[in-house]
Nanobody, 126 residues
C-alpha cells in the first residue's frame, strides 16, 4: 500500500524559498500522478500543483504560477515542490497526494486522490 511522507516545511521570511519533498514507500511512485495541496487556517484545502506520472504535464494554481515548480525523481520515489518568492498567503499545511488515474480538469479536486501524506507546515512571516 502506498504511503506518502512530506518534509521540508518551516518558517521563512516573505520573499524566501523552501523545497518540499514527498517521499513514497510501499509502491513505486512512478505508478502515480502526484498532487500538492495546502490548507490555510480557517480555509478549505486547495490544490496547488500536479505532476503526471512521467512529468509530461505539470499544473499549477494561478496563485502560485511563476513562483512554484513541481518535479519528480521516480528513481528516488520522491516528488518535489520548489517554492520561491513566498508570500504570507502561502502559509498553511502542505500535503501531497497520489492517484493512478489521469484527469484533465479535476487535478485540484481532493476526491481525485487516493493516498495522502500527513502534511508539513509552511509559515511565511517576518
Amino acid at each position: 500500500q502506498l504511503q506518502l511522507v512530506e518534509s521540508g516545511g518551516g518558517l521563512v521570511q516573505p520573499g524566501g524559498s523552501l523545497r518540499l519533498s514527498c517521499a513514497a514507500s510501499g509502491s513505486p511512485l512512478g505508478n502515480y500522478h502526484i498532487g500538492w495541496f495546502r490548507q490555510a487556517p480557517g480555509k478549505e484545502r486547495e490544490g496547488v500543483s500536479r505532476i503526471t506520472r512521467y512529468s509530461g504535464t505539470r499544473n499549477y494554481a494561478d496563485s502560485v504560477k511563476g513562483r512554484f515548480t513541481i518535479s519528480r525523481d521516480n528513481a528516488k520515489n520522491t516528488v518535489y515542490l520548489q517554492m520561491n518568492a513566498l508570500k504570507p498567503e502561502d502559509t498553511g499545511i502542505y500535503y501531497c497526494a497520489a492517484t493512478p488515474i489521469l484527469t484533465v480538469t479535476d487535478w485540484a479536486t481532493e476526491s481525485t486522490y487516493d493516498a495522502w501524506g500527513q502534511g508539513t507546515q509552511v509559515t511565511v512571516s517576518s
